[in-house]
């Protein structure tokens, strides 16, 4: 290689300094202590006037001295940049070639690693999975196992991520099915129902579950010492009455269980109806028909 071979020649400028600053110092000692009076200002700034000619010739004769020093500066600069700008464009050539061919290996290994996320979320059982490609899997030093282990550790999270989701929609759906039972039962044991919204604050997982059925309790509880009802004593029904026919029995057919039919007509506290209904459901669920007369409450 051919280095450049520079010789410098250090700028020499010579003027008369001391000359120049000795005609100045005398200029400006005219003006030592001097005090401005009103009269005096018309005077005054035609002497400043004077003094700007004076600093504009010393600004233009350095200048002028400054160009002419620094052209053979400027030469030399000119020059470098212009054999410097040939490298620059021979690079540049190469560099779009060598991109070319870089792009096209990223597109294989994107190719691959594709190939082989897929191939891993068949493994697991998640076709569905979208994984994206990470640009750092395309570098042409990542090998493929190493991208295998990413994207394995990918999967895992993910399943771990929708075991806790399941989890927690299982605890959701637990806890709703618990509520939902202990007020059944606690409806059955007072004979009436709180309204669910009630107990809605109740679904939140934060609360345990059992401080939470402790808290139905004492809302039945609260509402039946209201209500002045005691779950241990018999309900207080006015006098019940029940008609009951029994209309002939049919012989029943050979193989066939034998059948009865049994009319009953009811007659209970408006407040144990929801007990009453629930016994209802219970009966009909054991009969082979169930017929409820046009009129009356159905359950």
Not at 78 to 94: F, H, N, Q, S
Not at 176 to 182: D, L, R, S
Not at 184 to 200: D, N, V
Not at 249 to 259: D, E, I, M, Q
């Amino acid at each position: 290689m051919t280095e450049p071979k520079i010789t410098e020649t250090l700028p020499a400028i010579s003027f008369n300094a001391e000359e120049l600053e000795a005609w100045v110092r005398a200029i400006v000692a005219n003006y030592e202590g001097l005090v401005v009076t009103e009269d005096m200002v018309p005077a005054i700034k035609s002497e400043m006037a004077g003094l700007n000619k004076v600093r504009d010739r010393l600004e233009a004769a350095r200048k002028e001295a400054v160009r002419r020093v620094s052209a053979p500066i400027r030469e030399f600069e000119d020059r470098i940049k212009a054999v410097t700008a040939i490298i620059v464009e021979a690079r540049a050539g190469l560099d779009a070639q060598v991109k070319a061919f870089e792009e096209l290996q990223r597109a294989d290994k994107r190719r691959e690693v594709q190939f082989l996320i897929t191939a891993t979320l068949d493994e697991h059982g998640l076709p569905g999975l979208d994984i994206p490609i990470q640009d750092g899997w395309l570098n042409k030093t990542k090998p493929l196992k190493t991208i295998k282990a990413e994207v394995e550790a990918i999967i895992l999270r993910h399943i771990q991520q929708e075991r806790e989701r399941a989890a927690l929609e299982q605890a959701r759906q637990d806890r709703a099915v618990a509520i939902e039972q202990k007020v059944e039962a606690l409806a059955e044991i007072y004979g009436f129902s709180l309204p669910a919204s009630s107990f809605l604050r109740l679904q939140d997982l934060q609360v345990p579950l059992a401080e939470a059925l402790t808290q139905i309790e004492q809302a039945y509880s609260a509402r039946a010492q209201a209500m002045r009802i005691d779950p241990a004593a018999p309900a207080a029904t006015p006098p019940r009455s029940a008609h009951v026919l029994q209309p002939v029995v049919p012989t029943a057919a050979p193989g066939r269980p034998l059948r009865k039919t049994l009319t009953i007509t009811l007659e209970y506290d408006a407040m144990r109806e929801p007990a009453v209904l629930a016994s209802l459901r219970h009966l009909e669920s054991l009969c082979a028909s169930f017929t409820r007369i046009p009129g009356m409450r159905a359950a």
